[in-house]
């Protein structure tokens, strides 16, 4: 064979080998069937499958017996294959969703945990670093159509800043007067969210916006011959991990860090000792809130943008947050990426809505027994 690329050397010899299964030649069916057994194309399953049936006259479709066991050695090896292809996928895209529950949810468990507020606007925090995404796209294609490509690194820093912004007018505005009284706040930061979207529906429109990629982000890498693993996926999941870092960094090596933590544990004493617990409460919803901001950028990057976009992730935000422990950094990331795992293991085999379902049953019995989520908070507090 004179082709010297491997890529195209591997197809030439799955033609060569699909068209010798016809030979009337038992030796170079045989051959053939050998060389598949090293490709990885699931259409090949069929037509090898179709080799072992029988004929209305009982006589088999392949005649020769050895041709025969050779297809069964390779129906095998080619399925045990697909098989691991399957696994390794759902692994990959269950990461890929744990990474976005994961910055959708890391905002609200600080939140959550210091302030005890149930922030029913969270999701359209996701909705505005989001659109703000979509904002820095426009300026850059009409301003700077050649570096459109790094439209992204401008709109992290922006989507984080509006986003927080947004957050601490809130607080400062309406939340900061329902501290102590769950079920206000939750009235009041639902009717929030219809405002923010009724908002953005007025200003951008009812009809979703697209967000492209940018060049080095679009595509996908191949591995174990036909998985494809799409290179903003991967682009998201490392950047929600330099996220939590991030936020690990703040909250345990910063002065502020050390504030937050102090107020959640204990306010009052915090309060005694001179930290100015009502401004903590502003930052570090602000934190929260420019989180989410950040989680809205990566989500810009997996479809389109609505007004809507928020909504289907608060619950499961609240999940992840409840079952992770509130106010608990490491929870929030184990529950993150295994409630995205069981759910891309569970929808094949129920559908995404019942799969839905199951997790948050599952999740309720879990919480019955363990009412603390997987990692306990600490402090007098709590006791």
Not at 55 to 62: A, C, I, M, Q
Not at 160 to 168: H, K, M, N, Q
Not at 217 to 226: A, E, I, L, Q, R
Not at 336 to 363: H, Q, S
């Amino acid at each position: 064979m004179q082709e010297t690329q491997p890529e195209i050397q591997a197809v030439l010899l799955l033609v060569r080998a699909t068209i010798n299964l016809h030979s009337d030649d038992a030796a170079a069916r045989k051959d053939a069937v050998t060389a598949l057994a090293k490709t990885t194309n699931a259409s090949l399953v069929p037509v090898l499958a179709n080799m072992l049936l029988k004929n209305p006259d009982g006589s088999f479709v392949e005649p020769d017996a050895q041709v025969r066991a050779e297809v069964d050695n390779t129906l095998a090896a080619l399925k045990t294959h697909l098989a691991r292809v399957d696994f390794a996928g759902k692994v990959f895209y269950g990461v890929s969703l744990g990474s976005v529950l994961l910055l959708a949810a890391l905002g609200l468990a600080i939140t959550f945990g210091l302030m005890g507020i149930i922030n029913m606007a969270h999701g359209e925090m996701l909705m505005i670093g989001a659109y703000t995404t979509y904002v820095c796209q426009l300026v850059f294609r009409h301003y700077f159509p050649g570096a459109i490509d790094a439209y992204l690194l401008v709109a992290l820093p922006a989507a984080f800043i509006v986003t927080a912004c947004v957050g601490i007018v809130l607080e400062r505005l309406v939340l900061r007067w329902l501290y102590g009284r769950p079920l206000e706040t939750l009235l009041c930061t639902w009717g929030i969210s219809l405002v923010l979207m009724q908002s953005v529906r007025s200003i951008f429109g009812a009809q979703n916006v697209e967000v492209a990629n940018p060049a080095w982000m679009s595509g996908g890498v191949t591995v174990m011959g036909s998985l494809v693993l799409s290179y903003n996926r991967i682009v998201i999941i490392g950047f929600s991990l330099c996220v939590v870092l991030a936020v690990w960094l703040i909250l345990n090596k910063t002065r502020l860090g050390l504030f937050v933590r102090a107020v959640t544990q204990n306010r009052r004493m915090a309060d005694c000792v001179g930290v100015s617990t009502s401004k903590i409460d502003m930052m570090t919803f602000g934190l929260g809130c420019g989180i989410a901001g950040l989680g809205g950028v990566a989500l810009s990057q997996l479809g389109n943008v609505g007004p809507d976009l928020g909504q289907g992730y608060i619950v499961d935000s609240f999940m992840v947050v409840v079952l992770g422990g509130v106010g608990q950094l490491a929870g929030t990331v184990i529950a993150a990426f295994g409630l995205g795992e069981l759910n891309k293991f569970l929808e094949p085999a129920t559908g995404a809505v019942l799969a839905k379902i199951m997790v948050l049953v599952l999740i309720i019995i879990f919480i019955q027994k363990r009412p603390q989520g997987l990692f306990a908070l600490k402090g007098r507090s709590v006791e």
